[in-house]
């Protein structure tokens, strides 16, 4: 459903981090912009990764990465989240969080394919909450 009341409370809840910011390990293959309409897939980034060698594959000429590529907890909070996991203020953080490519003009296939697996993984790591950062 869009809107989901929580019933737990924060500090007892897992999340994970979905970004469309395109970011993906230096290891991964990197989001293809040829894709005509947008690519659908995703990449797994583990909970453990290094935010700052994270690497942006993001292509639209509207989203300026100054910011992004200075600090990617801009647009992938993990070092946040971790911190907020230390104080207690979250439960904890799942093992791997999620990326996808923004600018989808043709988002069919992600939404009927993509988004409904990485919903899948997500459910059934037991993840409480999810946090998106939209790019």
Not at 21 to 30: I, K, N, R, S, V
């Given at each position: 459903?869009?809107?989901?009341?929580?019933?737990?409370?924060?500090?007892?809840?897992?999340?994970?981090?979905?970004?469309?910011?395109?970011?993906?390990?230096p290891?991964?293959?990197?989001?293809?912009?040829?894709?005509?309409?947008?690519?659908?897939?995703?990449?797994?980034?583990?909970?453990?990764?290094?935010?700052?060698?994270?690497?942006?594959?993001?292509?639209?000429?509207?989203?300026?990465?100054?910011?992004?590529?200075?600090?990617?907890?801009?647009?992938?909070?993990?070092?946040?989240?971790?911190?907020?996991?230390?104080?207690?203020?979250i439960?904890?953080?799942?093992?791997?969080h999620?990326?996808?490519?923004?600018?989808?003009?043709?988002p069919?296939?992600?939404?009927?394919?993509?988004?409904?697996?990485?919903?899948?993984?997500?459910?059934?790591?037991?993840?409480?909450?999810?946090?998106?950062?939209?790019?």
């Amino acid at each position: 459903t869009p809107h989901t009341p929580l019933r737990t409370l924060l500090a007892e809840c897992r999340v994970a981090l979905v970004t469309t910011a395109g970011l993906h390990t230096p290891e991964q293959t990197p989001f293809d912009d040829d894709v005509k309409g947008g690519d659908y897939s995703y990449r797994e980034i583990q909970n453990a990764v290094d935010v700052q060698t994270l690497e942006i594959a993001h292509r639209s000429t509207a989203y300026d990465q100054s910011g992004a590529r200075a600090d990617r907890n801009l647009v992938f909070p993990l070092e946040r989240f971790r911190e907020l996991e230390q104080e207690g203020k979250i439960g904890g953080l799942n093992d791997r969080h999620f990326s996808f490519m923004g600018s989808q003009t043709a988002p069919g296939r992600l939404i009927k394919y993509t988004a409904p697996e990485v919903a899948g993984h997500i459910k059934s790591d037991g993840v409480d909450v999810v946090f998106l950062t939209p790019v």
